[in-house]
């Protein structure tokens, strides 16, 4: 991890606030302001791993896709468990985001969900945004456990 100067530490905090507020926001269900996260041309590439793995682009579509998963739970709480940025230029970073859903659903079942996010982002007009996400689930709990190998890195 190489030392940064005052604007690599701006960027790394500003970073780490937008992966902040993305789990804020989805855990609100705050939909618009989860479609300013994302970049106008961004991509979500998710893998359940049970599932055939599937990409969504542009942030309407992105946002549609979580608020319709999450329209069986009666509550929803989004928790980062750790996260990492990587500066890769002066506007461009990369992370990974360790996650795990707390999930009721209507039934009265309650789950977890754990994941990784492998994240690039951009800086445009002083706005750091999302420009890529590649979620993996890690494991699962409720009435099947689930765990899964660790991802592959991203080509």
């Given at each position: 991890m190489?030392?940064?100067d ?11 606030r937008?992966q902040?507020a ?12 989860v479609?300013?996260?994302f ?6 590439h998710?893998?359940?791993r049970?599932?055939?793995?599937f990409?969504?682009t542009?942030p309407?579509?992105?946002?549609t896709?979580?608020e ?5 739970f009666a509550?929803f709480?989004?928790?980062?468990l750790?996260?990492?940025v990587?500066?890769t230029?002066d ?17 009265g079942?309650w789950?977890?969900?754990y ?5 690039r982002?951009e800086r445009d007009d002083?706005h750091w945004r ?5 979620y993996t689930?890690?494991?699962r709990?409720?009435a099947?456990?689930e765990s899964f190998?660790?991802p592959d890195?991203?080509?």
């Amino acid at each position: 991890m190489r030392e940064l100067d005052d604007a690599g530490t701006r960027s790394v905090v500003a970073v780490r606030r937008l992966q902040s507020a993305y789990g804020d926001a989805v855990t609100r269900r705050a939909w618009d302001e989860v479609v300013a996260l994302f970049d106008a041309d961004a991509s979500v590439h998710i893998d359940t791993r049970t599932r055939p793995a599937f990409t969504l682009t542009g942030p309407a579509a992105i946002a549609t896709f979580i608020e319709q998963s999450l329209a069986g739970f009666a509550f929803f709480e989004f928790a980062i468990l750790n996260a990492v940025v990587e500066l890769t230029g002066d506007a461009t970073a990369t992370g990974r985001v360790y996650i795990c859903e707390l999930r009721h659903d209507h039934a009265g079942e309650w789950t977890q969900a754990y994941g990784l996010y492998r994240d690039r982002y951009e800086r445009d007009d002083g706005h750091w945004r999302i420009t890529d996400r590649r979620y993996t689930s890690l494991a699962r709990t409720g009435a099947r456990i689930e765990s899964f190998a660790f991802p592959d890195p991203p080509h």
